[in-house]
Protein backbone atom coordinates (compact mmCIF):
# COMPACT_ATOMS: atom_id res chain seq x y z
CA UNK A 1 0.00 0.00 0.00
CA UNK A 2 3.20 2.37 0.59
CA UNK A 3 3.86 2.99 -2.82
CA UNK A 4 0.44 3.60 -4.04
CA UNK A 5 0.08 6.54 -6.37
CA UNK A 6 -1.99 9.42 -5.23
CA UNK A 7 -3.95 12.89 -7.34
CA UNK A 8 -4.79 15.03 -5.39
CA UNK A 9 -7.18 17.76 -6.74
CA UNK A 10 -8.49 20.73 -4.69
CA UNK A 11 -8.03 24.33 -6.24
CA UNK A 12 -7.46 25.73 -1.92
CA UNK A 13 -3.81 25.49 -1.93
CA UNK A 14 -3.87 25.44 1.80
CA UNK A 15 -5.94 22.41 1.57
CA UNK A 16 -4.35 20.52 -0.78
CA UNK A 17 -0.59 20.94 0.69
CA UNK A 18 -2.25 19.55 3.89
CA UNK A 19 -3.94 16.94 2.06
CA UNK A 20 -0.29 16.04 0.21
CA UNK A 21 1.50 16.71 2.81
CA UNK A 22 -0.54 14.24 5.26
CA UNK A 23 -0.81 11.31 2.39
CA UNK A 24 2.96 12.26 1.71
CA UNK A 25 4.06 10.98 5.82
CA UNK A 26 1.83 8.12 5.35
CA UNK A 27 4.21 6.81 2.40
CA UNK A 28 1.81 7.66 -0.56
CA UNK A 29 3.52 9.30 -4.04
CA UNK A 30 1.46 12.40 -4.11
CA UNK A 31 0.73 14.82 -7.18
CA UNK A 32 -1.22 18.03 -6.49
CA UNK A 33 -3.47 19.42 -9.06
CA UNK A 34 -5.70 22.83 -9.05
CA UNK A 35 -8.30 22.27 -11.42
CA UNK A 36 -10.16 19.44 -13.79
CA UNK A 37 -8.43 20.37 -16.92
CA UNK A 38 -4.96 19.65 -14.69
CA UNK A 39 -6.76 16.23 -13.44
CA UNK A 40 -7.51 14.92 -16.91
CA UNK A 41 -3.91 15.32 -18.07
CA UNK A 42 -2.22 14.17 -15.17
CA UNK A 43 -4.03 10.69 -15.30
CA UNK A 44 -3.47 11.00 -18.97
CA UNK A 45 0.13 11.35 -18.41
CA UNK A 46 0.45 8.41 -15.71
CA UNK A 47 -2.97 7.02 -14.33
CA UNK A 48 -2.52 7.12 -10.32
CA UNK A 49 -4.41 4.17 -8.36
CA UNK A 50 -6.55 6.43 -6.74
CA UNK A 51 -7.69 9.86 -6.70
CA UNK A 52 -9.00 12.53 -3.88
CA UNK A 53 -10.95 14.78 -5.93
CA UNK A 54 -12.74 17.95 -4.76
CA UNK A 55 -16.10 18.55 -6.82
CA UNK A 56 -16.22 22.43 -6.78
CA UNK A 57 -13.54 23.07 -9.43
CA UNK A 58 -12.96 26.20 -11.57
CA UNK A 59 -13.91 24.90 -15.32
CA UNK A 60 -14.69 20.92 -15.26
CA UNK A 61 -16.35 20.33 -11.95
CA UNK A 62 -15.08 16.87 -10.03
CA UNK A 63 -18.43 15.10 -11.39
CA UNK A 64 -17.79 15.44 -15.15
CA UNK A 65 -13.99 14.82 -13.95
CA UNK A 66 -15.36 11.20 -12.88
CA UNK A 67 -17.72 10.81 -15.53
CA UNK A 68 -14.70 11.12 -18.12
CA UNK A 69 -12.99 8.61 -15.96
CA UNK A 70 -14.75 6.21 -15.63
CA UNK A 71 -13.54 3.97 -18.09
CA UNK A 72 -10.10 4.26 -16.27
CA UNK A 73 -10.85 2.14 -13.37
CA UNK A 74 -9.29 4.56 -11.21
CA UNK A 75 -10.76 4.78 -7.60
CA UNK A 76 -12.28 8.43 -6.44
CA UNK A 77 -13.01 9.78 -3.30
CA UNK A 78 -14.68 12.75 -3.31
CA UNK A 79 -13.61 16.01 -1.23
CA UNK A 80 -16.26 18.28 -0.71
CA UNK A 81 -18.10 21.27 1.32
CA UNK A 82 -21.43 19.35 -0.76
CA UNK A 83 -23.31 18.03 1.85
CA UNK A 84 -26.29 17.13 0.89
CA UNK A 85 -28.11 13.30 0.24
CA UNK A 86 -28.83 14.15 -3.45
CA UNK A 87 -24.97 15.14 -3.84
CA UNK A 88 -23.45 12.46 -2.18
CA UNK A 89 -25.60 9.93 -4.52
CA UNK A 90 -25.23 11.48 -7.54
CA UNK A 91 -21.36 11.39 -7.03
CA UNK A 92 -21.36 7.72 -5.67
CA UNK A 93 -23.65 6.81 -8.67
CA UNK A 94 -21.08 8.44 -10.72
CA UNK A 95 -18.86 5.86 -10.11
CA UNK A 96 -16.85 7.59 -7.15
CA UNK A 97 -16.27 5.16 -4.22
CA UNK A 98 -16.25 7.86 -1.20
CA UNK A 99 -17.23 10.45 -0.50
CA UNK A 100 -16.36 13.03 2.26
CA UNK A 101 -17.25 16.37 3.36
CA UNK A 102 -15.58 19.23 4.79
CA UNK A 103 -14.17 20.41 7.87
CA UNK A 104 -12.74 16.59 8.08
CA UNK A 105 -10.05 14.94 9.39
CA UNK A 106 -6.95 14.52 7.96
CA UNK A 107 -6.52 11.12 9.41
CA UNK A 108 -9.79 10.16 8.81
CA UNK A 109 -9.00 10.77 4.96
CA UNK A 110 -6.17 8.91 4.72
CA UNK A 111 -7.84 6.12 6.51
CA UNK A 112 -10.63 6.16 3.87
CA UNK A 113 -7.71 6.48 1.29
CA UNK A 114 -6.50 2.75 2.91
CA UNK A 115 -9.82 1.22 2.69
CA UNK A 116 -10.85 1.84 -1.01
CA UNK A 117 -7.65 0.45 -1.58
CA UNK A 118 -7.59 -2.10 0.47
CA UNK A 119 -11.02 -2.59 -1.49
CA UNK A 120 -10.06 -3.04 -4.83
CA UNK A 121 -7.20 -4.86 -4.10
CA UNK A 122 -9.58 -7.56 -2.84
CA UNK A 123 -12.10 -7.09 -5.51
CA UNK A 124 -9.14 -7.64 -8.25
CA UNK A 125 -8.07 -10.96 -6.14
CA UNK A 126 -7.61 -13.00 -9.16
CA UNK A 127 -10.81 -15.27 -9.01
CA UNK A 128 -13.51 -16.32 -11.76
CA UNK A 129 -17.20 -16.71 -10.21
CA UNK A 130 -19.85 -18.08 -12.03
CA UNK A 131 -23.80 -17.85 -11.47
CA UNK A 132 -25.93 -19.98 -13.65
CA UNK A 133 -24.80 -19.01 -17.37
CA UNK A 134 -22.67 -15.24 -16.07
CA UNK A 135 -18.82 -15.81 -15.61
CA UNK A 136 -17.07 -12.78 -13.47
CA UNK A 137 -13.24 -12.74 -14.11
CA UNK A 138 -11.89 -10.41 -11.02
CA UNK A 139 -7.87 -10.76 -12.27
CA UNK A 140 -8.92 -9.64 -16.00
CA UNK A 141 -12.43 -7.79 -14.70
CA UNK A 142 -14.36 -8.90 -17.40
CA UNK A 143 -17.83 -10.15 -17.54
CA UNK A 144 -19.67 -12.79 -19.49
CA UNK A 145 -23.41 -13.46 -19.83
CA UNK A 146 -23.67 -16.71 -21.91
CA UNK A 147 -20.66 -16.08 -23.29
CA UNK A 148 -21.44 -12.44 -24.75
CA UNK A 149 -18.95 -9.85 -23.00
CA UNK A 150 -20.80 -7.49 -20.57
CA UNK A 151 -19.48 -3.95 -19.98
CA UNK A 152 -19.46 -2.43 -16.81
CA UNK A 153 -18.48 0.41 -14.71
CA UNK A 154 -15.98 -0.46 -12.04
CA UNK A 155 -18.77 -0.16 -9.17
CA UNK A 156 -20.94 -2.60 -11.19
CA UNK A 157 -18.30 -4.57 -11.30
CA UNK A 158 -17.59 -4.45 -7.69
CA UNK A 159 -21.02 -4.81 -6.55
CA UNK A 160 -21.84 -7.63 -8.84
CA UNK A 161 -18.73 -9.43 -7.73
CA UNK A 162 -19.59 -9.07 -3.94
CA UNK A 163 -23.23 -10.56 -4.81
CA UNK A 164 -21.79 -13.11 -7.09
CA UNK A 165 -19.22 -14.25 -4.20
CA UNK A 166 -22.75 -14.83 -2.12
CA UNK A 167 -24.83 -16.82 -3.92
CA UNK A 168 -28.32 -17.82 -3.06
CA UNK A 169 -27.77 -15.11 -0.41
CA UNK A 170 -29.74 -12.20 0.71
CA UNK A 171 -27.33 -9.06 1.07
CA UNK A 172 -29.14 -6.31 2.76
CA UNK A 173 -28.27 -3.03 1.27
CA UNK A 174 -26.17 -1.89 4.75
CA UNK A 175 -23.91 -4.91 3.47
CA UNK A 176 -23.73 -3.84 0.14
CA UNK A 177 -23.02 -0.16 0.90
CA UNK A 178 -20.58 -1.32 3.51
CA UNK A 179 -18.23 -4.02 1.32
CA UNK A 180 -18.83 -2.24 -2.38
CA UNK A 181 -18.69 1.55 -1.03
CA UNK A 182 -17.30 1.68 2.45
CA UNK A 183 -20.39 3.86 3.20
CA UNK A 184 -22.93 3.57 5.57
CA UNK A 185 -25.27 6.41 4.40
CA UNK A 186 -28.22 6.16 2.01
CA UNK A 187 -29.20 3.37 0.40
CA UNK A 188 -30.68 4.94 -2.85
CA UNK A 189 -27.15 3.93 -4.45
CA UNK A 190 -27.46 0.55 -4.27
CA UNK A 191 -30.77 0.32 -6.03
CA UNK A 192 -29.59 2.38 -8.69
CA UNK A 193 -26.84 0.16 -9.36
CA UNK A 194 -29.05 -2.82 -9.43
CA UNK A 195 -31.17 -1.34 -11.69
CA UNK A 196 -27.75 -0.29 -14.01
CA UNK A 197 -26.58 -4.15 -13.84
CA UNK A 198 -30.28 -5.64 -14.10
CA UNK A 199 -29.96 -3.69 -17.16
CA UNK A 200 -27.49 -4.76 -19.12
CA UNK A 201 -27.50 -8.19 -17.82
CA UNK A 202 -31.67 -9.07 -18.03
CA UNK A 203 -31.68 -8.63 -21.53
CA UNK A 204 -29.12 -11.93 -22.51
CA UNK A 205 -30.70 -14.32 -20.59
CA UNK A 206 -33.69 -15.18 -17.14
CA UNK A 207 -33.08 -12.39 -14.46
CA UNK A 208 -30.64 -13.44 -12.38
CA UNK A 209 -30.69 -10.80 -9.65
CA UNK A 210 -33.55 -10.71 -7.19
CA UNK A 211 -35.40 -8.62 -4.49
CA UNK A 212 -36.29 -9.49 -1.25
CA UNK A 213 -38.57 -6.37 -0.39
CA UNK A 214 -37.59 -4.52 2.73
CA UNK A 215 -34.39 -6.18 2.91
CA UNK A 216 -31.88 -6.69 0.23
CA UNK A 217 -30.91 -8.27 -2.94
CA UNK A 218 -29.76 -11.50 -4.03
CA UNK A 219 -28.27 -13.30 -6.86
CA UNK A 220 -29.12 -16.86 -7.64
CA UNK A 221 -30.14 -19.22 -10.49
CA UNK A 222 -33.20 -18.83 -12.36
Known sequence: MTEKAILVVEDEPHLRDIVELALRFHGFRVTGVASGEEALAAVERSQPDLIVLDVMLPGIDGFEVCRRLAERHIPVIFLTARDTTADTVHGL????????????????LVARVRAVLRRIERASG??????????????????????K????????????????????????????LEHVWGYGGQSQVVETYISYLR?????L??????????????????
Open 93 to 108: TLGGDDYVTKPFSVEA
Open 126 to 147: GGVLRVADLELDEARWEVRRGG
Open 205 to 222: GEPLIHTQRGVGYAIRHP
Open 199 to 203: RKLDP
Open 149 to 176: PVELSPTEFRLLAFLMAHPGRVLTKRQL
